[in-house]
């Protein structure tokens, strides 16, 4: 199983930006999909997830209208689109995917991660 982060770049604040996460080695249509984000100094939080038919989404209160998360199962790739980005999203963003069919906000029940993409948002 692989996951293949990538998107992150140095933004302004208000900025948008979208990360895309490839997986392969796993049946992409069956996995709820997770993104985190672990900034400097604190540990990871989870950000957002969607199911495996992309019928269901759930996001942080502090991304929610801000972010939408979307997946593309004939490219097997997870999208993080980032609208109004702010300084407070500066952070490593994780993909994560997870094969049981409800989505979770607890890193712990994802079993493959993603090497992480840095997004550094300036103000």
């Known amino acids: 199983v692989q996951l293949q982060a990538s998107g992150g770049g140095l933004v302004q604040a208000g900025a948008s930006r979208r990360l895309s996460c490839l997986a392969s080695?796993?049946?992409?249509?069956?996995?709820?999909m997770g993104w985190f984000r672990q900034a400097p100094g604190k540990e990871r939080e989870f950000v957002s997830a969607i199911n495996w038919n992309g019928g269901t989404t759930y996001y942080a209160d502090s991304v929610k209208g801000r972010f939408t998360i979307s997946s593309d199962s004939a490219e097997n790739t997870v999208y993080l689109q980032m609208n109004s980005l702010k300084p407070e999203d500066t952070a490593v963003y994780y993909c994560a995917a997870d094969p049981s069919l409800r989505l979770s906000v607890i890193e712990t029940t994802y079993p493959y991660w993603g090497q992480g993409t840095l997004v550094t948002v300036s103000s």
């Open positions: 080695g796993i049946d992409f249509s069956t996995y709820v």
